[in-house]
C-alpha cells in the first residue's frame, strides 16, 4: 500500500470500532438508514473489485451522473481504492452537455440514474465507454447488484502523489468546458491542511447537505468529515427546516450563501438551535455582509468565509482561531475570504503580472500543493493559465489588506453565480446566437435576493427578424440545465460597446440591476 491514495489516508482516519455510526441518512421514503464505517468500507471495497474485473487501463475516467446519495459518496471512494479517476457530473445536465463530457474524457465506465440509461448508453456507446451502470437514489440500479456479488476485501492500489484522482468540469470565457485534472496529492494536502485550520476533532459531526458533483460538497466536505473520523448527517437534497432541526446533534455546517440565506427565513433558527454547533463555513459564492450579520444576530455564530476553486481546491479561509501558525487573529471579517492558507502563496498582480502593492485591486494569482495538473487534453488552455513564472492565474479579481485579508471584488472572467453554480456567459450565448433570427447576444449576471445572481440575456434580431424574450428562454431550457437559464430575456436594437468593439458588460448590469432587488 502506498500513502499517496488519498483513500488509504481517509481510511486510516475511520474510528478503530468499524460498527460505529459514520452516516446517518434519510431513504427517499423517509426511512432512517444508518451506515457503520465498516459498512463504507465494504461496500467500497465490492465496488472498487467490481471495477477490479473489468480490467481497465489504470487512471481510466469513471464519468458519474447520479442523485446524492450515500452510495455515491461509496462510488467515489471504490473509484480512488481502485485508482481511477472520478469524474462527477451535475445532476442537471442534459444530453447536449453529456454528450460533450463524455466525447472529452472518453470515460471507460459511465454511471447514471436508472430512468437516464436509454439516452445515456447511447452517449457512452458512441463514446466507446464499455460499460455502463446505473445507481438509483434508492440503493436499485445494475451497480450495487453487480457489485453485491464480489469480495468485501480490497487492498488499495498504490498511487503516486501526482496521479490523477479527479477530474471537475469547469467552464472558462470560452464557453467550452474543461476538465481540471486533480492529483491524489493536490486533494490529500488541502483535506490535511483544513483539517488543522478549522480545528476538526474529536465528536465533531457533520451536516452535509450540498450536492456531491462539485468540489464544495465532494472534496471539503467529505474529505473533512472522513479525515477525522467523523460522523455525518446526510441530506439528499437541502432543506432549512431540516438543517436547523440537525444542529443540536452536530457541531459543523458547510454551505453555500443561498442556503445561509435560506435558513434564515426560517423561525426556527435562533441561538438556542444552533448553540451546539461550533462552527459554520460558507463560500463557492459571496457572501452577502448583510446575511453574515444577521447570522451573527440570530444565532451568535460567525460565519467562517473561505474561498477557492474546482483547479485549486481551498486557498484562503477566515481564521478559525488564533493560533500565531494562522496570522495570530481570531477576527472572522465579513466580505472578506481571509487569509492564504498555510502552504499557498497568494498574490495579486498587473495584467502584466507584476505583483501591486498591499490593497492595490488586480488578479489574483497562486501557487501551492493544491493547485491542479492542468485541463485535461488541454495543453495549451493549461499554458495560457498559468504565468511565465508559474503562478495559476485565479481569473478572481480582488485585493490584500494591511493586515493580510484577502477580498474578491470581481471576477475577471465575467462568470455569473446563481445559487452556488456557475454559469458562464459564452456559453449560453452561444447556445442563443445559434438560434433563428438572432445576430447576437450578451448575458450578465444582476443581483437576485434569493441566488444571490441570476443570468439576463440581451438578444439582438438580424435585419427584418422578429424575437420574443419568452421564447429564447423556452428553447434554452430544452437545451440546458436549469440554473443556467437566464431569469429574463429582453429583445434590443444594439448592445453597447466601446470603442474597441468589447461588449460593455457593466453597462448592461448597470442597466438590469434593479429588476429583482429594489
Ligand atoms: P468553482 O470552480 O465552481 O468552485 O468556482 C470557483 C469560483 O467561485 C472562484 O473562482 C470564485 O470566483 C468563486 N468563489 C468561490 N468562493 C468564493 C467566495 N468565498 N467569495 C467570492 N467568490 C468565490
Same mark, same amino acid.
Given at each position: 500500500? =502506498? @500513502? %499517496?491514495?488519498?483513500?488509504?489516508?481517509?481510511? #486510516?482516519? *475511520?474510528?478503530a470500532d468499524l460498527d460505529e455510526i459514520a452516516v446517518e441518512a434519510v431513504s427517499p421514503h423517509g426511512q432512517a438508514l444508518h451506515y457503520a464505517w465498516g459498512d463504507l468500507d465494504r461496500m467500497s471495497a465490492r465496488i472498487a473489485n467490481l471495477l477490479a474485473s473489468l480490467d481497465l487501463p489504470q487512471g481510466s475516467r469513471i464519468a458519474v451522473q447520479v442523485e446524492k446519495s450515500v452510495e455515491a459518496m461509496t462510488l467515489y471512494l471504490a473509484t480512488l481504492r481502485a485508482g481511477h479517476v472520478f469524474l462527477p457530473l451535475n445532476t442537471a445536465y442534459q444530453s447536449a452537455e453529456i454528450e460533450y463530457f463524455v466525447g472529452n474524457a472518453e470515460p471507460a465506465v459511465v454511471v447514471c440514474t436508472p430512468k437516464n440509461l436509454?439516452?445515456? =448508453?447511447?452517449? &457512452?456507446?458512441?463514446?466507446? &465507454?464499455?460499460?455502463? *451502470?446505473?445507481?438509483?437514489? $434508492?440503493?436499485?440500479? =445494475?451497480?450495487?447488484?453487480? #457489485? #453485491?456479488? *464480489? @469480495? $468485501?476485501?480490497?487492498?488499495?492500489?498504490?498511487?503516486?502523489? @501526482?496521479?490523477?484522482?479527479?477530474?471537475?468540469?469547469? %467552464?472558462?470565457?470560452?464557453?467550452?468546458?474543461?476538465?481540471a485534472m486533480l492529483s491524489h496529492g493536490n486533494l490529500l494536502t488541502n483535506a490535511r491542511m483544513l483539517k488543522d485550520y478549522?480545528?476538526?476533532?474529536?465528536?465533531?459531526?457533520?451536516?452535509?447537505?450540498?450536492?456531491?458533483?462539485?468540489?464544495?460538497?465532494?472534496?471539503?466536505?467529505?474529505?473533512?468529515?472522513?479525515?477525522?473520523?467523523?460522523?455525518?448527517?446526510? *441530506?439528499?437534497?437541502? @432543506?432549512?427546516? &431540516?438543517?436547523?432541526?440537525?444542529?443540536?446533534?452536530?457541531?459543523?455546517?458547510?454551505?453555500?450563501?443561498?442556503?445561509?440565506?435560506?435558513?434564515?427565513?426560517?423561525? #426556527?433558527?435562533?441561538?438556542?438551535?444552533?448553540s451546539h454547533m461550533r462552527l459554520f463555513i460558507s463560500g463557492s459564492a459571496p457572501l452577502l455582509i448583510e446575511t453574515f450579520k444577521e447570522w451573527q444576530e440570530r444565532t451568535g455564530h460567525t460565519i467562517l468565509e473561505r474561498y477557492g476553486m474546482s483547479e485549486t481546491t481551498m486557498l484562503t479561509s477566515n481564521p478559525y482561531s488564533a493560533d500565531e501558525r494562522f496570522g495570530g487573529q481570531d477576527e472572522r471579517r465579513g466580505s472578506t475570504v481571509g487569509f492564504p492558507l498555510p502552504g499557498v502563496d497568494l498574490r495579486v498582480a498587473d495584467d502584466a503580472g507584476k505583483e501591486l502593492p498591499v490593497g492595490e485591486i488586480g488578479n489574483i494569482q497562486v501557487k501551492g500543493p493544491n493547485i491542479f495538473k492542468g485541463y485535461w487534453r488541454m495543453p495549451e488552455k493549461t499554458a495560457e493559465e498559468f504565468s511565465a513564472d508559474g503562478w495559476?492565474?485565479?481569473? $478572481?479579481?480582488?485585493?490584500?489588506d494591511e493586515r493580510g485579508y484577502v477580498s474578491i471584488v470581481g471576477r475577471s472572467k465575467d462568470l455569473i453565480i446563481s445559487g452556488g453554480y456557475n454559469v458562464y456567459p459564452a456559453e449560453i450565448e452561444g447556445y442563443i446566437n445559434d438560434m433563428p433570427g438572432v445576430a447576437e447576444s450578451a448575458l450578465v449576471g444582476v443581483p437576485h435576493p434569493d441566488f444571490g445572481e441570476v443570468g439576463v440575456a440581451v438578444v439582438i434580431a438580424k435585419p427584418g427578424a422578429k424575437l420574443d424574450g419568452e421564447a429564447i428562454i423556452a428553447a434554452l431550457k430544452s437545451q440546458l440545465a436549469n440554473f443556467k437559464i437566464p431569469k429574463r430575456c429582453f429583445v434590443a436594437t444594439e448592445l453597447p460597446r466601446n470603442t474597441m468593439g468589447k461588449v460593455q458588460k457593466n453597462l448592461l448590469r448597470d442597466q438590469y440591476k434593479g429588476l429583482f432587488v429594489a
Amino acid at each position: 500500500m =502506498s @500513502d %499517496s491514495n488519498l483513500f488509504v489516508a481517509l481510511r #486510516a482516519a *475511520f474510528p478503530a470500532d468499524l460498527d460505529e455510526i459514520a452516516v446517518e441518512a434519510v431513504s427517499p421514503h423517509g426511512q432512517a438508514l444508518h451506515y457503520a464505517w465498516g459498512d463504507l468500507d465494504r461496500m467500497s471495497a465490492r465496488i472498487a473489485n467490481l471495477l477490479a474485473s473489468l480490467d481497465l487501463p489504470q487512471g481510466s475516467r469513471i464519468a458519474v451522473q447520479v442523485e446524492k446519495s450515500v452510495e455515491a459518496m461509496t462510488l467515489y471512494l471504490a473509484t480512488l481504492r481502485a485508482g481511477h479517476v472520478f469524474l462527477p457530473l451535475n445532476t442537471a445536465y442534459q444530453s447536449a452537455e453529456i454528450e460533450y463530457f463524455v466525447g472529452n474524457a472518453e470515460p471507460a465506465v459511465v454511471v447514471c440514474t436508472p430512468k437516464n440509461l436509454g439516452w445515456v =448508453s447511447a452517449i &457512452a456507446a458512441s463514446a466507446g &465507454a464499455a460499460h455502463v *451502470f446505473t445507481l438509483g437514489e $434508492d440503493r436499485d440500479g =445494475s451497480l450495487l447488484e453487480r #457489485a #453485491a456479488h *464480489f @469480495d $468485501d476485501l480490497h487492498v488499495p492500489v498504490e498511487k503516486q502523489a @501526482d496521479e490523477l484522482a479527479a477530474i471537475l468540469y469547469t %467552464s472558462g470565457t470560452t464557453g467550452r468546458s474543461k476538465g481540471a485534472m486533480l492529483s491524489h496529492g493536490n486533494l490529500l494536502t488541502n483535506a490535511r491542511m483544513l483539517k488543522d485550520y478549522w480545528g476538526w476533532k474529536a465528536g465533531d459531526v457533520l451536516i452535509h447537505a450540498l450536492p456531491i458533483f462539485h468540489a464544495h460538497g465532494l472534496f471539503v466536505a467529505i474529505h473533512g468529515a472522513l479525515l477525522n473520523g467523523s460522523k455525518i448527517i446526510w *441530506f439528499p437534497k437541502f @432543506d432549512p427546516k &431540516a438543517a436547523i432541526a440537525a444542529m443540536p446533534r452536530a457541531t459543523v455546517f458547510m454551505g453555500v450563501p443561498t442556503l445561509y440565506v435560506r435558513m434564515l427565513a426560517e423561525a #426556527a433558527l435562533t441561538k438556542e438551535a444552533a448553540s451546539h454547533m461550533r462552527l459554520f463555513i460558507s463560500g463557492s459564492a459571496p457572501l452577502l455582509i448583510e446575511t453574515f450579520k444577521e447570522w451573527q444576530e440570530r444565532t451568535g455564530h460567525t460565519i467562517l468565509e473561505r474561498y477557492g476553486m474546482s483547479e485549486t481546491t481551498m486557498l484562503t479561509s477566515n481564521p478559525y482561531s488564533a493560533d500565531e501558525r494562522f496570522g495570530g487573529q481570531d477576527e472572522r471579517r465579513g466580505s472578506t475570504v481571509g487569509f492564504p492558507l498555510p502552504g499557498v502563496d497568494l498574490r495579486v498582480a498587473d495584467d502584466a503580472g507584476k505583483e501591486l502593492p498591499v490593497g492595490e485591486i488586480g488578479n489574483i494569482q497562486v501557487k501551492g500543493p493544491n493547485i491542479f495538473k492542468g485541463y485535461w487534453r488541454m495543453p495549451e488552455k493549461t499554458a495560457e493559465e498559468f504565468s511565465a513564472d508559474g503562478w495559476f492565474k485565479t481569473g $478572481d479579481v480582488g485585493r490584500v489588506d494591511e493586515r493580510g485579508y484577502v477580498s474578491i471584488v470581481g471576477r475577471s472572467k465575467d462568470l455569473i453565480i446563481s445559487g452556488g453554480y456557475n454559469v458562464y456567459p459564452a456559453e449560453i450565448e452561444g447556445y442563443i446566437n445559434d438560434m433563428p433570427g438572432v445576430a447576437e447576444s450578451a448575458l450578465v449576471g444582476v443581483p437576485h435576493p434569493d441566488f444571490g445572481e441570476v443570468g439576463v440575456a440581451v438578444v439582438i434580431a438580424k435585419p427584418g427578424a422578429k424575437l420574443d424574450g419568452e421564447a429564447i428562454i423556452a428553447a434554452l431550457k430544452s437545451q440546458l440545465a436549469n440554473f443556467k437559464i437566464p431569469k429574463r430575456c429582453f429583445v434590443a436594437t444594439e448592445l453597447p460597446r466601446n470603442t474597441m468593439g468589447k461588449v460593455q458588460k457593466n453597462l448592461l448590469r448597470d442597466q438590469y440591476k434593479g429588476l429583482f432587488v429594489a
